[in-house]
Structure formats: structure tokens, C-alpha cells
């Protein structure tokens, strides 16, 4: 059954990617006919994440609902919709899928598994935004997680069968608790009102014990934050990053990490309210300690890919302190930096892929003299540190700006300790352009600076981070109703801005 759209375009965003990683496997043995699926099956997910951010009005509520049977005697069906966050979620998972596509055009190694697996993780994190049926996020939860672990563990660099593993467990753990969760909130639902359903809409009205919702809040919320991931649930990110191909390290940061704040927004918080309103404190000293580590930890990395990893436990640090500010302001930064932080770190692991590819090392120590050599390629890293940085009229600005002011009108110390971690950013990212893009060369090697397929790349990013930038407006417009609606589900945070 579909909502108000004649067509089931969720249905097909979902089932697309699904169908063309089987395509793939069918052409296993034709490995250019496996890439041009991978790619025409992301370009035709783009296309209508594309069209419906164009066409539907940004309005509060549900833009597009799809409900199916599934599995009636147990209360669980296909239940799909988008609002406006979602669908922005969608647009950057989107449009993402398709840069991992092309940044691993190239790749050798059994192309067709591994784009297959690309498409996998892609329906998995599709159906993360879209799932309004607990089960069926569960599932699509756990199908992020499956094709990541074999892409790390078997297309990954030194150490990837161990990040692999790290990042499985420690995913799998969270996930385990929060499926138990799931179940005790179907069959309390069940018991008070005989209706045995595993959707969100019902199950946010169970009257939970007082004893029992923390728990069951902290089985949710422990899911989310590993997955962001959060100090001290991070210590999986930077391996899995740093020994990540360079697509999956593109997807980990652009867009896994975006799934655990969309849970505790769409999930956590609103199932929980009275548990949330006094773990919004906690989350936010989470988020500070996030901010401030992460900056002093990715101060003192050599390894490029360890360094913007340890950078995103800061930058998700400001995102998880809006949302804990339980303000308009901070709420929308917040869920504006999800997009602008997916952007400029997608942006940073593919040039520093390509710096990899050509220097053969990604290591402070054997770099330098960049812009002597690739200019072109130079200045867009200069042009992407500096929006990671948060440098007026580029997109990250914007969000923690916005993030910033919203915590200031209520908790103004958080906000000021928060600002030092920008002292931090700029420490850290002045040092690795300095130290990539400036100074003696290391080598004598002839380098070819970005070619056409390079600069399709990273062109499109650049526009973005323009527009959110100078005209973020377009992007605000969607979250605003979201947020709205988030604020108002848990009416009684909102008495103290949700901090005490």
C-alpha cells in the first residue's frame, strides 16, 4: 500500500541497489559489466532521491509512507516513510554510494563481489532512514554491518581482517542489546493493549515502568553511540578507517556514523522521553569529551586517514551536543552538520586516496611539497580542510555556528568548552596541510596532478559545500519541521532546554 505518492518510490529506492548487487554476482565473470551496474544502479537511487528532494513540499510530518504485510501473525510489516530529514539522509547516502562507485572503479580484486557488497551497504543504510517498523530496521541495521566486515577484512590494507573483526564486535554487542530492547517493547505494547505490533507509532505509546525504561533506553542508546561512535565506545573507528579501502572509509564516515545520531533521534528519544530528559546531560558531557579528545588526539597523528578519523569523534561530538541543547537552534545545527560533516569527510578520504595512490604513502613523515607538483589537487585539499575547519561561507560554519548559539542560550559553559575544540581543529588540520601541501618534497617521482575522472569526483562536493555554505537555507528548510516535531515529542525537555 502506498501513502500519498502513486508510485512506491521508496520501495524502489530500496530494492534497487538490492537488485543490482545480485546483478553483479550474475556477472561475476564480466568484471566492466559488474562496474556499470554498480554505477547505473547508484545513479538511478540518486536520480530519485534527487526528484523527490526537488518535488515534495518541505512540510512537517511524513512526506511519502509505504505500509506492506509482512509477517502478520507477529505484528511486523514493511513499513517505510521519509520526512524532511530523512529524505536528506537518503540524498547524502545517494549520492555518496555513487562517489564509492567510482572512487573504486579501478579496483581489481573480484570488482563484482565488491561492488556488490557497496550495494548492500547501501540498501542496509536506505532502509536504516526509511524503516518505521522496528523489525525492519533491526534488519536493515544489521545489513549495514555484514557487507562492511568482509569489505574491511578482505579488501582492506595492513591490519584489516583485525579492524574488521573490532568493528564487528563491538557493532554486533550494541546491536544485541537494543534487539532485546525491541522485544520487551513489543511485548509490553502487547500486554496492555492486546495489539502485538512492532511499529514505532504504537510502541511509542507504551506505558513503560519506571524501572524498566532506563534500561531499555540505554539498550537503544548504547547501539547508537557505538555506532557514531562516541568516547569511550570509539576505539574501533580509527582502525576500521585507517584500514578501510577507500571507498568504505568514504561510507564509514560520511554515512555510518550518521545512522547512530538518526537512531537517537528518530528512536531513542522519542520512545524514551522521561529517560532522555535526564541522560541529555550525560550526552552531552559525552560530546564534549568527544570534542576535546578528538582534537587532541588527531593533533598528534601522522597517518592521514587516522587523523580526519580521529577529527569526525570532534566534529560528531558538536552534533551530539546540539541535539543534547534540546533548543531550535542547536536541534537544526545539528541535524544540519550530519549533512555538512558526511560532505567534507567524504571530500578529505577521497584526496587523500588519491595522495595515497600517487605517493604510495599516507604518512606525514614521507610527504610534502604538494602544490609544487599537483596544484590543482593541492587547493582542493586546502579548499575542503579549510570548510572541515569551519571557515566562514563554507558549510561546516554554518552548522556549528548554529550549534554553538543554541548551546550558549542555555548552557553557555558547554558552548565556550566546545569552541576550544575549533583551537584544536585548527592545530590539527593547519598541520596536515602544512605538512602535505607545503615544504620540501620527500621524493623525486614524476606526479600527475587530478585527471577528468578525478575532478568528477570531487567537483560535485565542492558545489555543495558552496551552496550549504552561502545559501544553506535550502537544506534548513526541510530539517526545520523534523526538528519541530522531535522538540515536540518530548514536550517536557524542552521546559530547561533540556539541560539542568
Known amino acids: 500500500m502506498t501513502g500519498n505518492c502513486p508510485l512506491p518510490l521508496l520501495t524502489l529506492m530500496l530494492t534497487l541497489p538490492l537488485g543490482t548487487a545480485a546483478l553483479c554476482l550474475l556477472f561475476r565473470q564480466r568484471p566492466a559489466v559488474a562496474r556499470s551496474l554498480a554505477l547505473a544502479g547508484t545513479l538511478a537511487v540518486l536520480l530519485i532521491a534527487i526528484g523527490c528532494f526537488v518535488l515534495l513540499p518541505a512540510e512537517p510530518g511524513w512526506l511519502l509512507l509505504e505500509d506492506y504485510r509482512w509477517i502478520s501473525a507477529l505484528g511486523i510489516s514493511i513499513h517505510l516513510g521519509i520526512d524532511g530529514l530523512a529524505l536528506l539522509m537518503i540524498l547524502l547516502t545517494a549520492f555518496l554510494s555513487v562517489l564509492a562507485v567510482w572512487l573504486s572503479w579501478n579496483e581489481a580484486d573480484r570488482p563484482a563481489s565488491y561492488f556488490a557488497l557497496l550495494l548492500l551497504v547501501e540498501t542496509g ?3 536504516v532512514f526509511m524503516a518505521l517498523d522496528l523489525v525492519l530496521f533491526y ?26 573483526m573490532k ?47 532506563p534500561w531499555l533506553f540505554a539498550a537503544f542508546a548504547l547501539a547508537f553511540l557505538i555506532k557514531v561512535p562516541m568516547v569511550p565506545l570509539h576505539s574501533w ?37 522521561n529517560t532522555a530528559q535526564s541522560a541529555l546531560p550525560l550526552l552531552a558531557t559525552l560530546a564534549l569529551v568527544g570534542i576535546l579528545y578528538g582534537g587532541w588526539i588527531a593533533s598528534a597523528q601522522r597517518d592521514l586517514k587516522r587523523l580526519v578519523a580521529y577529527s569526525s569523534l570532534a566534529h560528531l561530538g558538536f552534533i551530539v551536543l546540539g541535539l543534547s541543547a534540546w ?20 571530500a578529505l578520504f577521497i584526496l587523500i586516496a588519491l595522495i595515497e595512490k600517487r605517493a604510495g604513502s599516507r604518512h606525514l613523515d614521507e610527504l610534502g611539497g604538494l602544490w609544487s607538483r599537483v596544484p590543482r589537487l593541492s587547493a ?32 553557555p559553559l558547554s558552548a565556550i568548552l566546545a569552541a576550544s575544540g575549533l583551537l584544536l581543529a585548527a592545530i590539527y ?8 601541501i607545503w615544504g620540501p618534497t620527500k621524493d623525486e617521482h614524476a606526479w600527475s596532478d587530478l585527471a577528468r575522472g578525478e575532478w568528477l569526483l570531487l567537483v560535485p562536493l565542492v558545489l555543495l559545500v558552496l551552496w550549504l555554505g552561502l545559501y544553506p537555507e535550502t537544506f534548513l528548510e526541510p530539517l526545520r519541521g523534523p526538528a519541530q516535531v522531535l522538540l515536540n515529542s518530548a514536550a517536557p525537555l524542552s521546559l530547561n532546554g533540556g539541560l539542568p
Open 237 to 273: 573507528q580509527a582502525d576500521a578507517y585507517s584500514a578501510a579501502p577507500a571507498a568504505c572509509s568514504l561510507l564509514l564516515a560520511g554515512i555510518l556514523a550518521k545512522t547512530g545520531i538518526y537512531g537517537l533521534v528518530r528512536f531513542a528519544l522519542p520512545l524514551f522521553p
Open 429 to 436: 588540520m593547519l598541520r596536515l596541510l602544512q605538512g602535505v
Open 139 to 164: 534488519i536493515c541495521w544489521e545489513l549495514m554491518l555484514i557487507p562492511l566486515f568482509f569489505l574491511i577484512g578482505i579488501w582492506g590494507q595492513k591490519g584489516g581482517i583485525a579492524a574488521a
Open 327 to 346: 533548543t531550535t537552534t542547536a536541534v537544526e545545527g545539528a541535524l544540519l552538520q550530519m549533512v555538512n560533516h558526511g560532505l567534507t569527510t567524504a
Open 380 to 411: 582542493l585539499l586546502l579548499f575542503f580542510g579549510l570548510a572541515a575547519l569551519g571557515l566562514p561561507g563554507l558549510n561546516n560554519f554554518v552548522g556549528e555556528i548554529l550549534i554553538l548559539l543554541g548551546t550558549f542560550s542555555v548552557r
Open 167 to 213: 568493528f564487528f564486535l563491538f557493532s554486533l554487542a550494541g546491536s544485541l542489546l537494543m534487539l532485546l530492547a525491541i522485544v520487551a517493547l513489543y511485548v509490553l505494547h502487547g500486554q496492555q493493549t492486546g495489539d502485538y505490533s512492532f511499529a514505532l507509532a504504537a510502541l511509542q505509546h507504551t506505558d513503560l515502568p519506571a524501572g524498566l525504561e
Open 125 to 127: 543504510v536506505l532502509g
